[in-house]
């Protein structure tokens, strides 16, 4: 027995967007791959066993499992032939996906780990296959359980593991770039962004440089001018509309630093998109 779903209507959420998610009760011939997705595909088991393999490691996963796919990641997973898997999965992508990834599980250690919330994810999914495509808001309903099952991810996170010292200092800048995505339009400076989370500018630079060798400036400039990339691809607003939504007041300003940048001046990189 296998339900399945896959989105196909025209809403799309650039920050974060629902590929595909279903429930699936595998038989003993069941596999994927070796392949690649260009999205995060999180799989949770909800009973039986299997393997996956990454980076030419294999792992026996069973109940209560989690096993993340990341995009370009050549994986393969299979049901085991005496114990079958169930399990149900969830996939997105999105400018913000890979902060929330980054929230869900640390990229120094595996991604498969051990969900201990009972079946709310279960729920979560069960709750998005009962609403169909004639649905009005269905797509906003649908919108909504995507953050609820990443919340309850994080939250299983931060209730499963001590946060190490290193751990620690490096949620400052993970508090510090989810800033930075929620004000970016904004007029903020890095004293704003340094006061959010209530850290020294300077403490904040070298955290910063620690982590993602890269300056608060440089990173702030570089999360406009991706933004503004995307809503140059995506849409037909003029150029200084963009640019204010991305932080600058100054439309001669963002231009120059888009071209710095790109190499392109914004009209230009918008008469080079592929149509």
């Known amino acids: ?5 896959y989105t196909s209507s025209n809403y799309i959420n650039t920050d974060l967007n ?8 595998c038989d003993a011939t069941h596999y994927w791959g070796p392949g690649i997705r260009d999205y995060y595909l999180i799989h949770y088991v909800v009973k039986g066993t299997g393997i996956f393999k990454i980076a030419e490691e294999s792992y026996n996963l069973k109940q209560g499992d989690i096993f993340l796919i990341e995009p370009s990641v050549l994986t393969y997973y ?11 999965w969830l996939g997105f992508n999105g400018t913000k996906a890979k902060h929330y990834i980054s929230q869900i599980y640390n990229k ?6 051990t969900y201990k919330g009972e079946n709310k994810l279960q729920i979560c999914i069960k709750e998005m296959l009962s609403y169909s495509y004639e649905q009005n808001g269905r797509d906003i309903i649908l919108q909504s359980y ?6 309850l991810l994080i939250n299983n996170i931060k209730n499963s593991t001590k946060i190490p010292k290193e751990d620690a200092t490096r949620k400052y ?11 970016y339009s904004d007029d903020i400076t890095i004293n704003n962004i340094a006061k ?7 403490y904040l630079y070298r955290l910063f440089k620690k982590y993602l060798d890269s300056s608060p400036q440089k990173f702030l400039i570089n999360f406009r001018m991706e933004r503004a ?21 100054d439309v001669l300003l963002f231009s120059k630093i888009f071209k710095k940048i790109n190499g392109v001046t914004p009209t230009e990189f918008r008469n080079n998109r592929t149509l």
């Open 1 to 5: 027995m296998m339900f399945e779903e």
């Open 18 to 25: 629902i590929t595909c998610y279903g429930h699936q009760i």
């Open 78 to 88: 299979e049901a085991d032939k005496d114990d079958p898997w169930e399990y149900i």
């Open 108 to 113: 120094d250690i595996l991604p498969i780990f």
């Open 146 to 151: 995507l953050y609820k099952f990443i919340y």
């Open 173 to 183: 800048v993970e508090d510090a770039t989810f800033y930075i995505s929620n004000n």
């Open 196 to 202: 959010s989370v209530n850290i020294t500018r300077g």
């Open 229 to 249: 990339s995307e809503l140059l691809r995506s849409s037909n607003f003029y150029i200084g509309d963009i640019a204010r939504s991305v932080g600058y007041r």
